[in-house]
């Protein structure tokens, strides 16, 4: 009797963690953002937040209310916001110590992202991938128990190009990477994500994604119309076709952001609006976080 050995059980893929990448911290108690179900957020801080005393006091307020609602935050670390600083990168050492620093300040944070679009040429990191592998290496040297995103990318041109390079210099595949597809979601496509996957091999999170209702930051990115309606269409295609192109590597969403904080910021991709009212694309994420079995409760929008 010839016996045929059984094909090995392709692996599940993990449920998906669906978290908001906003600065705010009166998002943590907004009954909308309660209602969801939500447990996982991101916030971008300068490399030397620490060192500056209206960015630490911003940062400990985003902290406490986040600890408090229980939610698991992700940092990424960012240029500097000081004044005539906003171009210097620290060394590799140096932003190790930063992270460490950190994590005395605020021991239930566990992730960590090595740096904000690194392959953006509004970042000094655009043509340096070696220094942001640098970065990654010696933060998980700093860190072995915690979550190191080698970057956050944005989907634009001469992103694989550049995650070829940095994998080169770091010498190993990165087990996690963020990718901000604002192209994908906004122009419903799905190229830069399939690229992205391509190129690595890890864990991809969607660490900022989402709909645009309104630019006014003169960008040269054009066709689609921003709208409240258009966000929520490609907040859909976020979930129902960026997501599945691989459910066991994109493992996570983060959608930017929650609110505008006034009627004239330069970037509004918010889920509630001004007076914080329930947008349609809420109503999308909403009726995710129940799929989800998060027991979301979809509110008006308007």
Known sequence: MLLL?????????PPLVVGIADQKPQMFTDPLFTGLGIK???????????????????????????????????????????????????????LAHELRMLRRRYPFVRQFAAWNEANYCGEKTCHRPQLVAAYYRQLKL??????????????????????????????LQPKYW??????DANYLRTSGTRALLRATKGQIW??????????????????F????????????????????LNPRRITRVYLFHWNPSTRHDSW???????????????RVLARVMARLGKRAQPHRSS
């Open 5 to 13: 050995a059984a094909a090995p059980a392709q692996a599940a893929a």
């Open 40 to 94: 996982n957020a991101r916030i971008a801080v300068a490399w030397d937040v620490l060192h500056i005393g209206w960015q630490r006091r911003d940062l400990d307020a985003w902290m406490a209310a986040a600890h408090l609602a229980g939610v698991d935050p992700l940092v990424t670390f960012d240029h500097s916001r000081r004044r005539g600083h906003t171009k210097q990168l620290p060394r590799p050492s140096q």
């Open 142 to 171: 700093a860190c072995r128990s915690c979550r190191i995103l080698a970057a956050e990318l944005l989907d634009m041109p001469g992103m694989t190009a550049w995650v070829k390079a940095f994998i080169h210099k770091a010498r």
């Open 178 to 183: 963020g990718l901000h597809n604002y192209l």
């Open 206 to 223: 969607f660490t900022e994604t989402g709909g645009i209702v309104k630019r006014r930051n003169h960008s040269k990115v054009r066709g």
């Open 225 to 244: 119309t921003e709208s409240t309606r258009h966000a929520a269409t490609a907040t859909r295609w976020v979930f129902d076709k960026l997501v599945k």
């Open 268 to 282: 509004d991709s918010g889920l509630v609006n001004i007076h914080d009212r329930a947008r349609p694309a809420y």
